[in-house]
């Protein structure tokens, strides 16, 4: 079950550049990446769930068995997983581990990103996650890595993991433990058959949540002032241990915000100096150009915040022009 990770770019910002030709920058494309593939959820069912929070640095651990959730929604079959990581400290890398059990079954997760707005943006499914050989002290596993930029304006980004009927009729070949040695010691590797795990519904899972500094998915509304309102989600508070269940305190997820710790203030009525206004508009042009994109959205938020009625325009010819 091995495939190689393409990592498709995607912005929801499609409809303020949809005149604007397909373009990179910095790995990062501000096309919307078609997520029609994805079982589709009611947005209230999204919402009764209890949302796992999981922070940068931190790894959490998820028993299917014990503290997977149910969710009636059509092509999710089993318990599912959901998580919650912050928007607002920068770009992203999350790790998602299915680990195979001692029976050799093993989980095949699917994983479905959504914005702040609970809005799917981005949707990798079990064919991303690849099979990895155990090491010294990891064991026979699936494994992706999804890297994320979430845009102005968000604080939360959400992750629901889960399997599908179709991928319970796939299975996964292992290596060989023989193999595994022999390799691991330099042995010539005996001609041995692999194992093939049978794909169940239950299993442990593993998030973990770091940052970078070379993003591949650009998530949410790119200048977050025509997004949704606020919607309410499940629980957000963090479990008592690694497998407890979250508490019900429900949380409202903001309307708004991206790598700030707040929402980014609207714009002074006062109009900004000459000077200033020009040393932001080619500090951003110069930013775009460079293919820092994430630079240049800050730009763009602290110059509207002191006031620049140009800084968007400029932003936006300047994505077009790299075209």
């Not at 820092?292 to 730009?299: G, S």
Request: hydrophobic fraction near 40%.
């Amino acid at each position: 079950m091995k495939m190689k990770k393409n990592l498709v770019a995607l912005s929801l910002c499609a409809g303020l550049l949809a005149c604007a030709p397909l373009t990179s920058f910095a790995d990062v494309n501000l096309v919307p990446q078609d997520t029609s593939a994805a079982p589709a959820i009611p947005a209230g069912a999204l919402q009764q769930l209890a949302w796992t929070p999981v922070a940068q640095g931190q790894t959490q651990t998820t028993d299917l068995a014990t503290t997977g959730q149910t969710l009636n929604a059509p092509g999710i079959t089993g318990k599912v997983a959901a998580y919650s990581v912050p928007a607002n400290i920068g770009e992203l890398t999350i790790t998602l581990t299915s680990v195979a059990d001692q029976q050799k079954s093993v989980f095949a997760p699917n994983v479905l990103v959504l914005d702040q707005n609970l809005s799917p943006a981005a949707y990798f499914p079990a064919t991303y996650f690849a099979y990895q050989e155990p090491g010294v002290i990891a064991a026979d596993r699936l494994e992706g890595t999804i890297k994320l930029t979430p845009a102005l304006g968000q604080q939360k980004l959400y992750l629901l993991v889960f399997t599908t009927p179709k991928d319970l009729q796939q299975t996964t070949t292992m290596i060989n433990p023989a193999k595994a040695y022999a390799k691991g010691v330099g042995n010539a590797v005996p001609d041995i058959p692999d194992p093939v795990a049978r794909h169940t519904t239950e299993g442990t899972v593993k998030l973990k949540v770091s940052t970078n500094s070379a993003s591949s998915i650009l998530v949410g509304p790119l200048f977050g002032s025509s997004g949704q309102s606020s919607v309410t989600v499940g629980n957000t508070a963090a479990p008592a241990t690694a497998y407890a269940a979250p508490a019900p305190a429900p949380v409202a997820a903001p309307a708004t915000a991206h790598a700030a710790a707040a929402p980014a203030p609207a714009a002074k009525s006062e109009p900004v100096l000459n000077d200033t206004e020009n040393y932001f508009n080619q500090a951003i042009k110069q930013a775009v150009n460079s293919g820092d994109i994430d630079k240049a959205l800050k730009l763009l938020n602290e110059a509207e915040r002191l006031g620049s009625t140009s800084a968007r325009s400029t932003f936006i010819s300047s994505v077009k022009g790299k075209g």
